[in-house]
Protein backbone atom coordinates (compact mmCIF):
# COMPACT_ATOMS: atom_id res chain seq x y z
CA UNK A 1 0.00 0.00 0.00
CA UNK A 2 1.14 3.16 -0.86
CA UNK A 3 0.87 6.13 1.58
CA UNK A 4 0.96 9.92 0.54
CA UNK A 5 3.41 11.08 3.12
CA UNK A 6 2.77 15.10 4.50
CA UNK A 7 4.94 14.75 7.86
CA UNK A 8 8.34 12.99 8.46
CA UNK A 9 8.21 13.61 12.48
CA UNK A 10 11.48 13.43 14.56
CA UNK A 11 11.40 11.78 18.30
CA UNK A 12 13.64 10.53 20.57
CA UNK A 13 13.22 6.77 22.48
CA UNK A 14 13.10 8.44 25.50
CA UNK A 15 15.73 5.63 27.22
CA UNK A 16 18.67 5.73 28.86
CA UNK A 17 21.23 3.04 28.01
CA UNK A 18 21.51 1.49 24.72
CA UNK A 19 22.61 -1.68 26.12
CA UNK A 20 18.85 -1.77 28.14
CA UNK A 21 16.54 -3.23 25.93
CA UNK A 22 14.67 -0.61 24.06
CA UNK A 23 10.88 -1.00 22.49
CA UNK A 24 11.27 0.58 19.34
CA UNK A 25 7.87 -0.27 17.97
CA UNK A 26 6.28 3.09 17.60
CA UNK A 27 8.86 4.03 14.68
CA UNK A 28 9.43 3.31 11.03
CA UNK A 29 13.42 3.83 11.92
CA UNK A 30 15.78 4.72 14.85
CA UNK A 31 19.60 5.87 14.45
CA UNK A 32 21.20 4.19 17.51
CA UNK A 33 24.15 5.84 19.55
CA UNK A 34 26.41 4.44 17.01
CA UNK A 35 25.24 6.27 14.32
CA UNK A 36 23.70 3.00 12.71
CA UNK A 37 19.90 3.07 11.87
CA UNK A 38 17.59 0.23 12.62
CA UNK A 39 14.57 -0.31 10.35
CA UNK A 40 11.64 -1.26 12.36
CA UNK A 41 8.89 -1.08 10.28
CA UNK A 42 8.20 -0.70 6.23
CA UNK A 43 7.69 3.03 5.41
CA UNK A 44 4.49 1.86 3.44
CA UNK A 45 2.96 0.94 7.51
CA UNK A 46 1.07 2.99 9.53
CA UNK A 47 2.75 3.58 12.97
CA UNK A 48 0.08 4.27 15.69
CA UNK A 49 1.82 7.32 17.08
CA UNK A 50 -0.05 10.22 16.51
CA UNK A 51 -3.34 9.54 15.58
CA UNK A 52 -3.74 13.21 13.94
CA UNK A 53 -1.26 12.14 11.18
CA UNK A 54 0.15 8.61 11.52
CA UNK A 55 -1.68 7.73 7.96
CA UNK A 56 0.41 10.55 6.29
CA UNK A 57 3.78 9.88 8.61
CA UNK A 58 7.41 8.57 8.69
CA UNK A 59 8.78 8.30 12.61
CA UNK A 60 12.37 8.12 12.61
CA UNK A 61 13.89 8.41 16.48
CA UNK A 62 17.28 8.74 18.14
CA UNK A 63 17.95 6.26 20.78
CA UNK A 64 18.62 7.86 24.05
CA UNK A 65 16.11 11.32 25.14
CA UNK A 66 16.85 11.01 28.92
CA UNK A 67 19.94 12.24 30.84
CA UNK A 68 21.52 10.59 33.85
CA UNK A 69 19.01 12.05 36.24
CA UNK A 70 15.89 10.84 33.54
CA UNK A 71 14.95 13.79 32.77
CA UNK A 72 14.09 14.26 29.34
CA UNK A 73 16.53 16.29 27.06
CA UNK A 74 18.61 16.14 24.15
CA UNK A 75 20.86 12.94 24.67
CA UNK A 76 22.16 12.62 20.80
CA UNK A 77 25.89 11.86 19.97
CA UNK A 78 27.68 14.07 17.28
CA UNK A 79 28.05 10.37 15.38
CA UNK A 80 24.28 9.70 15.77
CA UNK A 81 23.18 13.44 14.98
CA UNK A 82 24.61 13.19 11.91
CA UNK A 83 23.24 10.09 10.81
CA UNK A 84 19.92 11.62 11.91
CA UNK A 85 20.55 14.36 9.73
CA UNK A 86 21.57 12.46 6.89
CA UNK A 87 18.52 10.17 7.37
CA UNK A 88 16.28 12.98 7.56
CA UNK A 89 17.77 14.44 4.05
CA UNK A 90 17.15 11.43 2.22
CA UNK A 91 13.45 10.98 3.36
CA UNK A 92 12.75 14.86 2.37
CA UNK A 93 13.97 13.93 -1.12
CA UNK A 94 11.53 10.61 -1.32
CA UNK A 95 8.76 12.92 -0.01
CA UNK A 96 9.22 16.09 -1.19
CA UNK A 97 6.25 17.95 0.02
CA UNK A 98 6.72 16.18 3.42
CA UNK A 99 7.36 18.64 6.20
CA UNK A 100 10.15 17.36 8.76
CA UNK A 101 8.79 18.50 12.57
CA UNK A 102 9.07 17.30 16.11
CA UNK A 103 6.66 15.37 17.98
CA UNK A 104 6.40 18.19 20.18
CA UNK A 105 5.33 20.50 17.09
CA UNK A 106 2.51 18.00 17.02
CA UNK A 107 1.52 17.66 20.37
CA UNK A 108 2.32 20.18 22.87
CA UNK A 109 2.66 18.05 26.33
CA UNK A 110 5.63 16.07 24.54
CA UNK A 111 8.98 16.87 25.29
CA UNK A 112 10.08 15.17 22.63
CA UNK A 113 12.74 14.50 21.22
CA UNK A 114 14.06 17.34 23.35
CA UNK A 115 15.34 19.86 20.96
CA UNK A 116 14.08 22.17 18.37
CA UNK A 117 13.70 20.39 15.27
CA UNK A 118 13.42 23.80 13.63
CA UNK A 119 16.20 25.17 15.09
CA UNK A 120 18.45 22.33 14.40
CA UNK A 121 17.94 21.95 10.80
CA UNK A 122 18.54 25.69 10.31
CA UNK A 123 21.57 25.10 11.78
CA UNK A 124 23.14 21.76 11.72
CA UNK A 125 26.98 21.64 9.75
CA UNK A 126 27.64 18.61 9.21
CA UNK A 127 31.40 17.85 10.47
CA UNK A 128 32.84 17.21 6.83
CA UNK A 129 35.84 15.79 6.61
CA UNK A 130 38.17 17.54 3.93
CA UNK A 131 41.46 16.35 3.13
CA UNK A 132 44.43 19.10 2.99
Not at 38 to 60: F, Y
Amino acid sequence: MKRYIKHIIIHSTATFDPKVSQHYGCFHYVVERTGEIKKIHPENSVIKHLPSVDAEAIHVAYAGGRNKAGALGDTRTPVQEEALFNKIVALSVKYPGAKICGHNELDATANCPGFSVKDWIRNYEPDLLLSA
